[in-house]
């Protein structure tokens, strides 16, 4: 038994060493075994105002989807006192590509939000974790306002099996019911308000792939402008007993619904970021460049392709220091490793932070994507990966050397 234990760590150690054999800066795990540790989606507060905390949670499996009665541990790490995990709650509303939405509430210094449940009702809980105090919106929340005032949501029942929350019990949940969509939540009160309804984007017809009420339709990957003026969403469908996604739309709009606006030219956007509050860094498909990331400027149709040379794989993105600089990942290459970069818009250059391995069980609804997070002034970043042998887990770099 001690023999086999040995040659593990030896084994894990060794593919801990070559993974990351091209970075510009090593990566420290913050997390250990035997429990699971990450964080799941990429445009979230995880650090603390200080950069002492990091919101992380924990869970004992890792190779299913949840279900109902699933639950997983809600925590921080405590980068100034030897990475200690100091557990804050639980939930049971979570997925393992988005995690149960825990961030830092914006404007806040020690209040913290992430969805949960009770009975058959998906909620947010919103708690200090200096003082512990708690209390409770009637909605999950997917994305808040830079301000903190408001927020948006979806129904997360609707999802793909690897952002959906596993229900209690099975309901019909219809194809495009219309007192269904986005709807806006006021983070004071808990107000909400359907603000975007599937009726609302059937009236504007598709007119590049197959069509129609009977099909399955969601609306998720809610962003919201840094100024609140706007925000952007994607519309998908499928067929009912078909996971394949039939196609994907791209749309903005205003913070009560308004002025909706159908991009021609962003056909099949996947992940973006605001570069500012009128244009986005978008990966998507379009006709006449190909699969790219393009900047869009919001209600328009111009569109430019974007560091194509560099740029060129479709990665989980966020603007640094005043858009100087884009933090991205990319799904696994052929020989199963994940690469994680910057790359500086100034001078058109990228600067690597690693490629780290994922074994192929990491596949599917069950992949555990890198979804690097970076700190608020933009020095530090930390990751998900299962690449050093325990898991998955959560790992630490300081990139305060390349961006100053």
Not at 39 to 56: C, M, W
Not at 96 to 122: H, K, T, V
Not at 298 to 314: H, L, Y
Request: aromatic share 12%.
């Amino acid at each position: 038994m001690q023999r086999r234990t040995l040659l593990k760590q030896s084994l894990a150690a060794l593919v801990a060493r070559n993974v990351a054999e091209d970075a510009q800066v090593a990566a420290r795990p913050i997390t250990r075994g035997p429990k699971f540790h990450w964080y799941g989606y990429y445009d979230k507060l995880e650090f603390d105002p200080e950069n002492r905390y990091v919101l992380g949670l924990e869970v004992d499996f890792e190779d299913r989807l949840p279900g109902p009665d699933d639950v997983v541990k809600v925590g921080m790490v405590d980068l100034k006192d030897g990475d200690r995990w100091i557990e804050l709650g639980e939930s049971r509303a979570w997925s393992w590509q988005q995690g149960c939405m825990l961030q830092w509430l914006p404007g806040s210094a020690g209040e913290i939000l992430y969805n949960d449940r009770e009975g058959d009702q998906f909620v947010a809980r919103i708690l200090d974790v200096k003082t512990g105090r708690r209390r409770t919106l009637p909605w999950p929340i997917y994305t808040i306002s830079d301000d903190g005032a408001w927020a948006l949501t979806t129904d997360f029942r609707r999802l793909r099996p690897e952002t959906r929350y596993a229900a209690p019990r099975e309901l019909d949940l219809g194809t495009a019911p219309p007192d269904s969509g986005i709807w806006r939540v006021d983070m004071k009160t808990g107000a909400r308000k359907l603000i975007v309804s599937f009726e609302d984007v059937l009236r504007i017809p598709s007119h590049y792939c197959r069509w129609g009420k009977h099909l399955l339709h969601w609306m998720s990957h809610m962003q919201i402008a840094p100024d609140g003026s706007r925000f952007v969403f994607v519309h998908r469908w499928r067929d009912r007993d078909d996971r394949q996604i039939l196609c994907t739309r791209f749309f903005s709009a205003n913070p009560d619904g308004s002025d909706l606006f159908l991009s021609q030219q962003i056909l099949s956007a996947s992940h973006y970021a605001w570069r500012d509050s009128r244009t986005l860094l978008v990966w998507s498909w379009n006709p006449a460049h190909g699969e790219k990331f393009y900047l869009w400027e919001d209600k328009t149709d111009r569109i430019s392709v974007f560091a194509p040379d560099v740029m060129s794989r479709n990665g989980h993105i966020t603007y640094l220091k005043e858009n100087r600089w884009i933090l991205s990942d990319t799904y696994p290459d052929r020989e199963r490793y994940q690469h994680l970069y910057l790359y500086d818009v100034q001078s058109g250059r990228a600067h690597s932070l690693g490629r780290y391995y994922t074994p192929p069980k990491y596949t599917g609804p069950v992949r555990c994507d890198l979804h690097p997070r970076s700190s608020r002034d933009g020095r530090l970043v930390v990751f998900d990966s299962p690449h050093g042998g325990n898991g998955r887990q959560m790992y630490l770099v300081d990139i305060s050397g390349i961006v100053g």
